[in-house]
T-cell receptor
């Protein structure tokens, strides 16, 4: 069974701090990795995709991928209260593009 | 910006009734998906659809479920005889290519909240 694991949180950070969200996955042949943000009662919204080992930056967000350790992370710099949401890690492992989601980490950014 | 749309936003039905959830994927996308999320739980894959055929389905997607692309724009999920445990948010998603190993992204619609009484 292919699994994606995340710490459920809540992760509480002060406004302006760096939030660090982590994810591990079980299938070694996983090829594509995504971070989605989900506000309560809303649909997942794509933040970042990453396909190669290393870092990928987009504005205040940096995704990091380490395939050897089967580990993906998301850093949010200068966290804002509007970043408070659940962050979902999702992985595609071969075949057709079935996304396997983690349970999500709830982030709370307090003023 | 193009987006996936879904109707209705909320559907209430009695156990045993049939429901049809509707989605309009992004117009140039070729792969379509349904996911569900039971309250407080993970987003779970149900089915993927390409070229008028199911590409892959999960064990959740049993004989009570079916999908259809009745015309050039809509993509529907039918549940024939709803159960209490079908109560969930149902998300439609679409992607441009849908092939593993190719950089492709799934975009989600706003969801339909299904409540089975």
């Amino acid at each position: 069974q292919k699994e994606v694991e995340q710490n459920s949180g809540p992760l509480s950070v002060p406004e302006g701090a760096i939030a660090s969200l982590n994810c591990t996955y079980s299938d070694r042949v996983s090829q594509s990795f995504f971070w989605y943000r989900q506000y309560s009662g809303k649909s997942p919204e794509l933040i970042m995709s990453i396909y190669s080992n290393g870092d990928k930056e987009d504005g205040r967000f940096t995704a990091q991928l380490n395939k050897a350790s089967q580990y993906v992370s998301l850093l949010i710099r200068d966290s804002q209260p509007s970043d408070s949401a659940t962050y979902l890690c999702a992985v595609i492992s071969g075949g057709y593009n079935k996304l396997i989601f983690g349970a999500g980490t709830r982030l709370a950014v307090h003023p | 910006e193009p987006e996936v749309t879904q109707t209705p936003s909320h559907q209430v039905t009695q156990m045993g009734q049939e429901v049809i959830l509707r989605c309009v994927p992004i117009s140039n996308h070729l792969y379509f998906y349904w996911y569900r999320q039971i309250l407080g739980q993970k987003v779970e894959f149900l089915v993927s659809f390409y070229n008028n055929e199911i590409s892959e389905k999960s064990e959740i997607f049993d004989d009570q479920f079916s999908v259809e692309r009745p015309d050039g724009s809509n993509f529907t999920l039918k549940i024939r005889s709803t159960k209490l445990e079908d109560s969930a948010m149902y998300f439609c998603a679409s992607s441009e290519q849908g092939l593993a190993g190719i950089k492709d992204t799934q975009y989600f619609g706003p969801g339909t909240r299904l409540t089975v009484l």
